[in-house]
Nanobody, 129 residues
Framework: QVQLVESGGGSVQAGGSLRLSCAAS????????MGWFRQAPGKDEEGVAI???????DYIESVQGRFIVSRDNARNTLDLQMNSLKPEDTAMYYC???????????????????????RGQGTQVTVSA
């Protein structure tokens, strides 16, 4: 049974950094399509980043150069390093996995976590001005 549990969220001032981690069980994060999504209050969910089996990544424009998605195969986790945080980054962050694919269909970044079939419960990130 696939299970994803996010951690690492918290409150930080603008310009600060946080590192989110998603612990996976029931499958190996190695060689699987995975991603991070977020949802702010009153807004639609949006994709943040996706990563393929070969570490090829894709980010939304607003986090390019500030966020880095990576996997730790030894710990079986998906991580998201978030730097230079802005108040508009405030949201609940979710990780997602689609164990059917090694390479994420590129539409996944913009279509939503529902495409992945598996999503965690989320971790809150709050950035104050």
């Amino acid at each position: 049974q696939v299970q994803l549990v996010e951690s690492g969220g918290g409150s930080v001032q603008a310009g600060g950094s946080l590192r989110l981690s998603c612990a996976a069980s029931g499958f190996s994060v190695e060689a699987r399509c995975m991603g991070w999504f977020r949802q702010a209050p009153g807004k639609d969910e949006e994709g943040v980043a996706i990563i393929d089996y070969d570490a090829e990544t894709d980010y939304i424009e607003s986090v390019q150069g500030r966020f880095i998605v990576s996997r730790d195969n030894a710990r079986n986790t998906l991580d998201l390093q978030m730097n230079s945080l802005k108040p508009e980054d405030t949201a609940m962050y979710y990780c997602a996995a689609d164990v059917r694919y090694a390479t994420c269909p590129r539409r996944y970044l913009r279509s939503g976590s529902w495409e992945f079939k598996n999503r965690g419960q989320g971790t809150q990130v709050t950035v104050s001005a």
